[in-house]
Structures are given as structure tokens and as C-alpha cells.
């Protein structure tokens, strides 16, 4: 069964850190582009970073860039989100997501939601 | 960054009804547009890809269109089951979301 889960979630003070995770599992984890993307309460969905296959190309949103670091290791099969100086506007569930053809997002995972607050 | 813009923001329909949603690019994004659902408190589903490939077990009831800047969602036949919010997303450069179109009954 093809299947992401995301970890790592939790409440977190302002310009505090945390690092999410996301386990893939029933597909060749290594061949395919890898996103996160969050979604704050009650608004829409806002792509986070995108990381190629073999980590060689890697790209943030504007918003994000110079905070959040995406990684991988294809070994076990994992994705990572390390997110630095956490703001109150971080707050969001955080899914990651497949990238199939077109680069889309064809398979998600369930989301961790963070919360960033005193 | 390009930019994607949906309308409308809502819209309600009954059972049955056809409704369009509209996406517009910020500039040319050729095919690379695609189409999500979402219903409350569940990730994102994909619908449609490349403007007009149907995602493998969606129902035909939903159609894609357009290219360029300009595209639509078509969906037929309206079911209770299709009331959710609809994202359309650029993949042409980066990845961007439009902000949404939620359909009510």
C-alpha cells in the first residue's frame, strides 16, 4: 500500500525549532521528487519546498527560504522538514506529498499539525 | 512567482447542477495545471493533471480545460459527495496553489 506519514508535530514557543518527518512506504521511495506543503487553519494550501530524488535540486517558497530546510535519506525511506525561528504564522498542518508526473502531488500524506505559541 | 488565481471564492449548487471553476496564471504555465479536492479535516486528493488527465479512480464527471493562462474544472452532474473545496496548482515553475474554491450545497 502506498503510504506517507508525517511526524513530528506539536506545540513549539516562538523562534523555537522543530523537525517534521514523513515515512514512505509500498513505492521506490529514491526515484521520486518529494514536497511539503502546509495549510493554516481555516485558509488554503501553501507549497513549502520541493527536493529532487537524489537531493541534487532543492527549492523553497519564498516565505520560507533561509528558516526551513528539506532533506532526504533514501535509506530509510524518509523526508524531513527542519524549521528554525518558528513564528506564529508557521502554524499550519504540514503535509508532504509525492511528486509524480507533471510534478504533481499525486499521493499525501495525513498532515502533523505544528503550532507555534507562548 | 507566478501566481494562480481562482474564482470564484464560492458558490453554492444543488445535486445534479454543473459548475465551473476558473484559474487564472500570472503568466504562461502551458499545461502544467492541476486540480485537487479537499474536504474538512482530510489531505488534499489529486483530481486532474496536465489541464485535462483524469486521476486514475476519479469519476469522468470531472473535466479539465484550457491553456496558457486560462483554465477550468468542470464538474457534471453535481453529487453530494463533490461538496468540498477545489485547489487549482501551477507546476510549471516552483509549485503554487490557487486559494481555493469551496462548494457549498
Known amino acids: 500500500q502506498v503510504q506517507l506519514v508525517e511526524s513530528g508535530g506539536g506545540l513549539v514557543k516562538p523562534g523555537g525549532s522543530l523537525r517534521l518527518s514523513c515515512g514512505a512506504s509500498g513505492f521506490s521511495f529514491s526515484g521520486y521528487y518529494m514536497s511539503w506543503i502546509r495549510q493554516a487553519p481555516g485558509k488554503g494550501l501553501e507549497w513549502v519546498s520541493y527536493?529532487?530524488?537524489?537531493?541534487?535540486?532543492?527549492k523553497y517558497a519564498d516565505s520560507m527560504k533561509g528558516r526551513f530546510t528539506i532533506s532526504r535519506d533514501n535509506a530509510k525511506n524518509s523526508l524531513y522538514l527542519q524549521m528554525n525561528s518558528l513564528k506564529g504564522e508557521d502554524t499550519a498542518v504540514y503535509y508532504c506529498a509525492r511528486e509524480g508526473v507533471y510534478n504533481v502531488f499525486d499521493i499525501w500524506g495525513q498532515g502533523t499539525m505544528v503550532t507555534v505559541s507562548s | 512567482d507566478i501566481q494562480m488565481t481562482q474564482s470564484p471564492s464560492s458558490l453554492s449548487a444543488s445535486v445534479g447542477d454543473t459548475v465551473t471553476i476558473t484559474c487564472r496564471a500570472s503568466q504562461s504555465i502551458d499545461d502544467y495545471l492541476n486540480w485537487y479536492q479537499q474536504k474538512p479535516g482530510i489531505a488534499p486528493k489529486l483530481l486532474i493533471y496536465?489541464?485535462?488527465s483524469l486521476q486514475s479512480g476519479v469519476p469522468s464527471r470531472f473535466s479539465g480545460s484550457g491553456s496558457g493562462t486560462d483554465f477550468t474544472l468542470t464538474i457534471s452532474s453535481l453529487r453530494p459527495e463533490d461538496f468540498a473545496t477545489y485547489f487549482c496548482q501551477q507546476t510549471y515553475t516552483t509549485r503554487t496553489f490557487g486559494q481555493g474554491t469551496r462548494v457549498e450545497i
Open positions: 496536465g489541464t485535462s
Open positions: 527536493i529532487s530524488s537524489s537531493s541534487t535540486h532543492i
